[in-house]
T-cell receptor, first 113, second 113 residues
Framework: KQEVTQIPAALSVPEGENLVLNCSFT??????LQWFRQDPGKGLTSLLL?????REQTSGRLNASLDKSSGRSTLYIAASQPGDSATYLC????????????FGTGTRLKVLA | DTAVSQTPKYLVTQMGNDKSIKCEQN?????MYWYKQDSKKFLKIMFS???????INETVPNRFSPKSPDKAHLNLHINSLELGDSAVYFC????????????FGQGTRLTVV
């Protein structure tokens, strides 16, 4: 059974710091991995999608990497800003025909001005 | 234009009542989902539909009945509401189930009193 864990559960950093959020999954047979952010009381916003054949994806100040064999993904946020404060979630898909995404436990990030 | 929209955003109701949540996506996707987010912010799949057909029912009580009148709509009807049903319910869609990027609605916060 696929389990997805995110460490740390919560993180506070001063503005301007570079930071790394971690996502671990127990079954390496994933099809893709998606990172989301969730603002309080809001829905999920898709940040990056990494296919299992890819090693990383970049969007602006965000860089997500994937190491399938070790069951890990990281989300790197450069030069953090107070507007980055949110909960970050990773989700894995087991592929065509599975019709679901399995979510991690989330990391609550606070960037202090 | 909102890609995945849910109504209502908030729902407060008494135990024993029946309520419905509606979801619509304008992305032309084939697959739609219902997820439940509990008080610890953990997201768990409830149902998946592909082209109006139920694909996944993740051991959800019979009191929950999804209905997909067409590919763009997936509604969730809940009978005999219980206190434990209080949660945030998210609708999502993707072009291909478990393969492509998933997009989420803003959520419906259900409070049963």
């Amino acid at each position: 059974k696929q389990e997805v864990t995110q460490i740390p559960a919560a993180l506070s950093v001063p503005e301007g710091e570079n930071l790394v959020l971690n996502c671990s999954f127990t079954d390496s047979a994933i099809y893709n991995l998606q990172w989301f952010r969730q603002d309080p009381g809001k829905g999920l916003t898709s940040l990056l999608l990494i296919q299992s054949s890819q090693r990383e994806q970049t969007s602006g100040r965000l860089n997500a990497s994937l190491d399938k064999s070790s069951g890990r993904s990281t989300l790197y946020i450069a030069a953090s800003q107070p507007g980055d404060s949110a909960t970050y979630l990773c989700a894995v898909s087991l592929g065509r025909g599975t019709y679901k995404y399995i979510f991690g436990t989330g990391t609550r990030l606070k960037v202090l001005a | 234009d909102t890609a995945v929209s849910q109504t209502p955003k908030y729902l407060v109701t008494q135990m024993g009542n029946d309520k419905s949540i509606k979801c619509e996506q304008n992305l032309g996707h084939d697959t739609m989902y219902w997820y439940k987010q509990d008080s610890k912010k953990f997201l768990k799949i409830m149902f998946s539909y592909n082209n109006k057909e139920l694909i996944i029912n993740e051991t959800v009580p019979n009191r929950f009945s999804p209905k997909s009148p067409d590919k763009a709509h997936l509604n969730l009807h809940i009978n005999s509401l219980e206190l434990g049903d209080s949660a945030v319910y998210f609708c999502a869609s993707s072009q291909v189930g478990g393969v492509t990027e998933a997009f989420f609605g803003q959520g419906t916060r259900l409070t049963v009193v």
